[in-house]
T-cell receptor, first 112, second 118 residues
Framework: SQQGEEDPQALSIQEGENATMNCSYKTSINNLQWYRQNSGRGLVHLIL?????REKHSGRLRVTLDTSKKSSSLLITASRAADTASYFCATHSGAGSYQLTFGKGTKLSVIP | NAGVTQTPKFQVLKTGQSMTLQCAQDMNHEYMSWYRQDPGMGLRLIHY???????DQGEVPNGYNVSRSTTEDFPLRLLSAAPSQTSVYFC????FGTGNSPNTGELFFGEGSRLTVL
C-alpha cells in the first residue's frame, strides 16, 4: 500500500516562481527521499532527509520534515522550464527494512 | 559507468506468453529491486534482493518471478502474461544491502521497460 501521498496531484506555475509540494506518510520512518521523473524516463534521486533532521538544502531545493505531523515538503525556488517533471516522495521505514515505498507523485508544469 | 541498464525498452506480448525483463548494473550495488508504475498508482514494489542468492517479495509479487545469481543481474520473469501486467517496469539498485546500514537507501533507476499485454 502507498505510504506517502503527495499534494497537490498537479501544479502549474510560471517560470521564476517557487513550487512547493507536500508529502504525508502514515508510519514512522528512517528517512524520506524525493525523486524527479521526466516524462518517459526513469526516476532520479534529488535529496534524502533522515528522521532526525528537520531541514535540508541542495541547490534550489529545500526539503523539510516534520515527524510529529508525518509530513514533508519540497520547495523548488526560482523554477525553470526544465523543472517540469513529476516529483515523488519515498519513505524508508527503518533498520532491517529494505523497502522504499513511493507516493503517487506531483506533476509540476513550469510555463516559460 | 552505464549505471542501471534495462532491456527491452518496449515489448508487446499476448496473454499467456512468458518473457524476461533484463536488468544489469555495473556499480557493484548489493540491493536491486523491480517496481511497476501504473497511471494514478505511483510505483509499487514487485520483488527485491539484498544480495546475490537472496530475494524477497514486495507489495505486488503475484505473477512475477526473480532470481539473483550474480551481483550485477536481476531479471524479472513474467510466467504467464495477463493484461493486468501492462505497465512500465523499473529496475533500481542501491549500494545498501545486508552488509551495510540501510540508512542511505538512495535508489538508482533504469530507464524503464514498457510492456503491453494484449
Amino acid at each position: 500500500s502507498q505510504q506517502g501521498e503527495e499534494d497537490p496531484q498537479a501544479l502549474s506555475i510560471q517560470e521564476g516562481e517557487n513550487a512547493t509540494m507536500n508529502c504525508s506518510y502514515k508510519t514512522s520512518i528512517n528517512n524520506l527521499q524525493w525523486y524527479r521523473q521526466n516524462s518517459g524516463r526513469g526516476l532520479v534521486h534529488l535529496i534524502l532527509i533522515r528522521s532526525n533532521e528537520r531541514e535540508k538544502h541542495s541547490g534550489r531545493l529545500r526539503v523539510t520534515l516534520d515527524t510529529s505531523k508525518k509530513s514533508s515538503s519540497l520547495l523548488i525556488t526560482a523554477s525553470r522550464a526544465a523543472d517540469t517533471a513529476s516529483y515523488f516522495c519515498a519513505t524508508h521505514s527503518g533498520a532491517g527494512s529494505y523497502q522504499l515505498t513511493f507516493g503517487k507523485g506531483t506533476k509540476l508544469s513550469v510555463i516559460p | 559507468n552505464a549505471g542501471v541498464t534495462q532491456t527491452p525498452k518496449f515489448q508487446v506480448l499476448k496473454t499467456g506468453q512468458s518473457m524476461t525483463l533484463q536488468c544489469a548494473q555495473d556499480m557493484n550495488h548489493e540491493y536491486m529491486s523491480w517496481y511497476r508504475q501504473d497511471p494514478g498508482m505511483g510505483l509499487r514494489l514487485i520483488h527485491y534482493s539484498v544480495g546475490a542468492g537472496i530475494t524477497d517479495q514486495g507489495e505486488v509479487p503475484n505473477g512475477y518471478n526473480v532470481s539473483r545469481s550474480t551481483t550485477e543481474d536481476f531479471p524479472l520473469r513474467l510466467l504467464s502474461a495477463a493484461p493486468s501486467q501492462t505497465s512500465v517496469y523499473f529496475c533500481a539498485s542501491s549500494p545498501f544491502g545486508t552488509g551495510n546500514s540501510p540508512n542511505t537507501g538512495e535508489l538508482f533507476f533504469g530507464e524503464g521497460s514498457r510492456l503491453t499485454v494484449l
